[in-house]
């Protein structure tokens, strides 16, 4: 699990117990609507729509909310029409850094998502600098705790998961976009519980850093940039040792 995949976790446990709920629904909510906007408002037969309605449901989010939503993407409902755009850079030390943005206001998202990158020492970059760096993919995390290695990969593999990986004190099933809602739901089945179940943007390589100071600045940076109201996620391919992320977390 990349250094991001070990903050993603510990930013979700984060997020259930503090004010980051309220902005997490928000941003929940954005990408229902989008969703519905873009392929329609009949969950089984939109894949984004479905994933979108399926992570809503794992933060606890009221179904009159995600109604709601569904119905003001598809045009039932008045709503806030929202515009899709990517931003991309790199924080300190070389890592890539790829902002998925949702917004109402582009001139306003542009102008702070560069304010954010200037303040925490890093830099935006033209449209296709670092995207190619990624893949989109499944992500399926579960402590330990939570099931055997044996019992994981047998499930996730009959599923369709494309691999299971042991990542100290977690693992970490990753699945192709299109499999990724057939792997949770044969989780779900079995009464399996995960941490943290997303789609999600994989680096093909990661930076390595050793220092704790520039670990802590790249965090702070995708820190600002999730906590922006406009940007949906925020990736990067930096690896921090555990050690360094625990004593920074």
């Not at 992500?139 to 998961?161: R, W, Y």
Request: net charge negative; charged share 30%; proline share 2%.
């Amino acid at each position: 699990m990349s250094g991001h995949s070990k903050w993603s976790t510990i930013r979700h446990k984060k997020g259930a117990a503090d004010a980051r709920r309220g902005k997490v629904f928000t941003k929940l909510i954005k990408e229902v609507m989008v969703a519905a906007r873009m392929g329609g408002g009949d969950i089984t037969a939109n894949p984004r729509l479905r994933a979108a309605v399926a992570a809503a449901k794992s933060e606890n989010m009221p179904k009159d909310n995600i109604d709601r939503a569904i119905k003001k993407g598809a045009g039932e409902l008045d709503g806030v029409a929202y515009e899709e755009i990517n931003y991309e850079g790199y924080a300190p030390g070389g890592v890539a850094v790829l902002v998925e943005v949702m917004t109402d206001n582009r001139n306003r998202a542009a102008s702070e998502i560069r304010h954010i990158f200037s303040r925490n020492g890093g830099s935006l970059g033209e449209a296709g600098c670092v995207a190619w760096m990624f893949n989109k993919k499944g992500s399926i995390v579960f402590s330990k705790n939570a099931v055997s290695e044996d019992s994981l990969m047998e499930l996730a593999l009959e599923a369709g998961a494309e691999d299971v990986q042991d990542q100290g004190e977690q693992f970490e099933v990753t699945t192709s976009l299109e499999d990724f809602n057939a792997v949770r739901t044969a989780f779900e089945e079995q009464g399996l519980a995960f941490e943290v179940a997303e789609i999600t943007m994989v680096p093909q390589t990661t930076v390595r850093i050793e220092d704790e100071k520039m670990a802590q600045q790249i965090l702070r940076l995708l820190d600002a940039l999730e906590d922006s109201d406009d940007v949906q996620h925020a990736y990067a391919n930096f690896d921090i040792s555990d050690e360094i992320m625990t004593a920074i977390a």
